[in-house]
T-cell receptor
């Protein structure tokens, strides 16, 4: 079946630095990928829709300049959290549309 | 605005018991999915329902889509500890843009 690989699985960074998270479709092409954020014991909140070759579409309330999304190829989308702060600490998950969604394994970001 | 409300939020039951999780909305969805997520991992798709009134079975799990395609339910028969996890419903707003429900955290005790 379809596999989405997400890296890193976890990352700890200092406040003010930037972190890049990668999401790759391994055996299929994904023109559209989605980025979600999940706080502990809560559901997934859609942050943005990543479109190959064009600008991402952000959900209301999500800062475009803080969460930079690049979808430069049909198999790779990246999310960069810029100038990270402790409140950005969360579980970030990507997904690609296949038969339903195929999710990556998630990235736990801790900003100290 | 959370479009999909799940109930209950938390459920702790003994092995062998039955349970039902509900997913409700005031919006109509073209399709609805159910996922199970374990800690530190991404959600895994269990089922997709697309037709109002549709019922699908996956072993001990029974999924139903409401006639008006605004709500859904997940029924688990004879729950097992392996069923423990976060259950999420997700409704399709179009072009694969799914919105997730508030989640139901299930714990099955041996």
């Amino acid at each position: 079946g379809a596999v989405v690989s997400q890296h890193p699985s976890w990352v700890i960074c200092k406040s003010g630095t930037s972190v890049k998270i990668e999401c790759r479709s391994l055996d299929f092409q994904a023109t559209t990928m989605f980025w979600y954020r999940q706080f502990p014991k809560q559901s997934l909140m859609l942050m943005a829709t990543s479109n190959e070759g064009s600008k991402a579409t952000y959900e209301q309330g999500v800062e475009k300049d803080k969460f930079l999304i690049n979808h430069a190829s049909l198999t790779l989308s990246t999310l960069t959290v810029t100038s990270a702060h402790p409140e950005d600490s969360s579980f970030y998950i990507c997904s690609a549309a296949t038969d339903g969604y195929t999710f990556g394994s998630g990235t736990r970001l801790t900003v100290v | 605005t959370q479009l999909l409300e799940q109930s209950p939020q938390f459920l702790s039951i003994q092995e062998g018991e039955n349970l039902t999780v509900y997913c409700n909305s005031s919006s109509v969805f073209s399709s609805l999915q159910w996922y199970r997520q374990e800690p530190g991992e991404g959600p895994v798709l269990l089922v997709t329902v697309v037709t109002g009134g549709e019922v699908k079975k996956l072993k001990r799990l029974t999924f139903q889509f409401g006639d008006a395609r605004k709500d859904s339910s997940l029924h688990i028969t004879a729950a097992q500890p392996g069923d423990t996890g976060l259950y999420l419903c997700a409704g399709d707003r179009g072009t694969y843009k799914y919105i997730f429900g508030t989640g139901t955290r299930l714990k099955v005790l041996a």
